[in-house]
T-cell receptor, first 112, second 114 residues
Framework: QKEVEQNSGPLSVPEGAIASLNCTYS??????FFWYRQYSGKSPELIMS????GDKEDGRFTAQLNKASQYVSLLIRDSQPSDSATYLC????????????FGKGTTLSVSS | DAGVTQSPTHLIKTRGQQVTLRCSPK?????VSWYQQALGQGPQFIFQ???????QRGNFPDRFSGHQFPNYSSELNVNALLLGDSALYLC?????????????FGPGTRLTVT
């Protein structure tokens, strides 16, 4: 059974610190990896996508992918209280088009 | 730029009833995927529609069915509702079945089955 694993948290960091969120996946055939942010009571919002090994930076966010280790991470620099949310890792289901499998999410709390 | 829209926002149904949820994709998108999100869980893939056909299906019973219209909008139908069907139902749109897999979610429909 294909799985995506995340630590549920909560992960607590002070304002201005770096938050590090991690995700592992079981399907070696997966090619596309995504991070979504979900505020309480809202729907998931796409914040990062990554398809190749290495780092991808977008503003305060950096996604890191290591396909050999089946590991993807999200770093949030200069964390702000507004970053407090649940972060969902999603991976495409190999041989299933663009369908995604999600982890349960990591809850991040940034204290001011 | 019109994003993904869903209706209704909230819905309360009785066990055994049937429900229809609606979704309009983001402008320029032609693929619609449906997900079910239970409280405290990540979204679970139900099925995906492209060119008015169901292309992929997750591990959901036949009580869950769908449709895609020529204008790319989509419906999710659930028959014989169970208490366990209570969840947030999310529609996500994307462009095509290959290339960028980025999916954008609508606001969701909160279904409560009593």
């Amino acid at each position: 059974q294909k799985e995506v694993e995340q630590n549920s948290g909560p992960l607590s960091v002070p304002e201005g610190a770096i938050a590090s969120l991690n995700c592992t996946y079981s399907d070696r055939g997966s090619q596309s990896f995504f991070w979504y942010r979900q505020y309480s009571g809202k729907s998931p919002e796409l914040i990062m996508s990554i398809y190749s090994n290495g780092d991808k930076e977008d503003g305060r966010f950096t996604a890191q992918l290591n396909k050999a280790s089946q590991y993807v991470s999200l770093l949030i620099r200069d964390s702000q209280p507004s970053d407090s949310a649940t972060y969902l890792c999603a991976v495409n289901i190999h041989q299933a088009g663009t369908a995604l499998i999600f982890g349960k999410g990591t809850t991040l709390s940034v204290s001011s | 730029d019109a994003g993904v829209t869903q209706s209704p926002t909230h819905l309360i149904k009785t066990r055994g009833q049937q429900v229809t949820l609606r979704c309009s994709p983001k402008s320029g998108h032609d693929t619609v995927s449906w997900y079910q999100q239970a409280l405290g869980q990540g979204p679970q893939f139900i099925f995906q529609y492209y060119e008015e056909e169901e292309r992929q299906r997750g591990n959901f019973p036949d009580r869950f069915s769908g449709h895609q219209f020529p204008n790319y909008s989509s419906e999710l139908n659930v028959n014989a509702l169970l208490l366990g069907d209570s969840a947030l139902y999310l529609c996500a749109s994307s462009q095509g079945l290959v290339g960028s897999y980025e999916q954008y979610f609508g606001p969701g429909t909160r279904l409560t089955v009593t």
